[in-house]
């Protein structure tokens, strides 16, 4: 499982010019570990998540996700792609108000077309792995903010992805919840062996992470070990 950007630029329409959200940016996230991406409003940390995520189309460069290079596939095999290889974690949960937690990581294997059973029995089964058995009939105003966003982590995982992208993921919650939801992507990671991409403001989840990259105008420095 890997996600891999190589040389990427990307660029925005700007008055009567173009402004760089991206420049050339080579970034290798291996299976298995957590690599962080910091840098300041407006560095080209969301733009980076959405070229990963395969939602956007680079100027130049390529995005390989689990050693598939998605340059030139058409957008019915990208929708696939993300379905079945991206899980993707907003830093918002979004979660849909008249649904149980155990029904919105349901929801995601049957637009997939999964069967019903086998979909209910990895729905408890991942939300077990993130704390919440005992939540699983519970709508999202039963839960906490901290939990809710645990059911958004579980959901991204619903379909078993390589890479898992995670945007700000603590930014609604306080301090120590917010540590133990980077706690808990830092221990599916290691245990599902995802390449995950972690973007974060707040320099205390960075001692979770394996590596720390930053981007600083759209460009990256290369990642240098955390800690
Ligand atoms: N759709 C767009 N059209 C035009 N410019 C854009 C667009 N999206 C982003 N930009 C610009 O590209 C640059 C990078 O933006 P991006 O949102 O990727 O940064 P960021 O690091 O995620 O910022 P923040 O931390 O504030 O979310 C910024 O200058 C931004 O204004």
Redesign the pocket.
Known sequence: MSLILTDVTLT???GDGR?T??DRVTLEVPGGGLTAVV????????????VAATLITPDSGTVAVDGTDTTGLSRGELAGLRRHRIGIVFQQPNLLPSLTAAEQLQVMARLDGRRPRSARGRALELLDAVGLADHAGRRPHQLSGGQRQRVNIARALMNDPGVLLVD?PTSALDHERGAAVVDLITRLTRERGTATVL?T?DRAQLAAADRVAR?HD?RLSPPDPAG
């Open positions: 925005h329409p700007d402004l959200a991206l840098g300041p409003s407006g560095s080209g940390k969301s733009s980076l998540l959405a700000e973007v403001h981007l759209g």
